[in-house]
Nanobody
Framework: QVELVESGGGSVQAGGSLRLSCAAS????????MGWFRQGPGKEREFVAR????????NYADSEKGRFTISRDNTKNTVYLQMNSLKPEDTAVYYC?????????????????WGQGTQVTVSS
């Protein structure tokens, strides 16, 4: 059974940092794109960042560019999201996702596996 488990969420003040981790089990995702999405209160789930199978290619939502960094360790079947300069509007449940292909669009419907999410709360 495939499982994605996020960790590292929590509460921080504006300007702080958090590092999210997503550990995959049940199969290897070393050849698959992985990504992060988030869903704020009363909002739809939105794209945050994605990384291709090798880690060479990354892509971010405009609001996260320069503040967030996605990375992966295929030996650990794990993807990370380093979040710096956090803002109150970053408050959301953050979800890890994996695709069935080596690269995929940023549309939520194109991702095949999802974690349960981890809460990130940023206070002003």
């Amino acid at each position: 059974q495939v499982e994605l488990v996020e960790s590292g969420g929590g509460s921080v003040q504006a300007g702080g940092s958090l590092r999210l981790s997503c550990a995959a089990s049940g199969r290897t995702f070393a050849n698959n794109a992985m990504g992060w999405f988030r869903q704020g209160p009363g909002k739809e789930r939105e794209f945050v960042a994605r990384i291709n199978w090798s880690g060479i290619y990354t892509n971010y939502a405009d609001s996260e560019k320069g503040r967030f960094t996605i990375s992966r360790d295929n030996t650990k079947n794990t993807v990370y999201l380093q979040m710096n300069s956090l803002k109150p509007e970053d408050t959301a449940v953050y979800y890890c996702a994996a695709a069935s292909t080596s690269w995929v669009t940023d549309r939520t419907s194109h991702w095949d596996y999802w974690g349960q999410g981890t809460q990130v709360t940023v206070s002003s």
